[in-house]
Nanobody, 124 residues
Framework: QVQLVESGGGLVQAGGSLRLSCAAS????????MGWFRQAPGLEREFVAA???????YYTDSVKGRFTISRDNAKNMVYLQMNSLKPEDTAVYYC??????????????????WGRGTQVTVSS
């Protein structure tokens, strides 16, 4: 079992920055690929970024060059640095863990554990 708790969301103006954090507890954190997803009102949950056990990284096209995912296995933490935020980035952001030997998944149904989410609101 893995427990995930997100933090760092808030209200920011367009062009601003936020850093989301996800604290993991439970089973060995380094055994998991980690992902960030987001869900806006009325829309499906969508993939944002993921980082594999070995540090491989993938981003959805809409955040490339603006968002950076990273992990600190010693602290059981994963981060999402979000720069140049846009109103369309407004959503609840979720951290997720995928127990996998290698690689990373882009689909939400591949992830085994989820946090409760943190709200990010970007005003225009």
């Amino acid at each position: 079992q893995v427990q995930l708790v997100e933090s760092g969301g808030g209200l920011v103006q367009a062009g601003g920055s936020l850093r989301l954090s996800c604290a993991a507890s439970g089973r060995t954190f380094s055994n998991y690929a980690m992902g960030w997803f987001r869900q806006a009102p009325g829309l499906e949950r969508e993939f944002v970024a993921a980082i594999s056990r070995s540090g491989g990284i993938y981003y959805t096209d809409s955040v490339k060059g603006r968002f950076t995912i990273s992990r600190d296995n010693a602290k059981n933490m994963v981060y999402l640095q979000m720069n140049s935020l846009k109103p369309e980035d407004t959503a609840v952001y979720y951290c997720a863990a995928d127990l996998v030997v290698a690689g990373l998944a882009l689909s939400a149904d591949k992830y085994d554990y989820w946090g409760r989410g943190t709200q990010v609101t970007v005003s225009s």
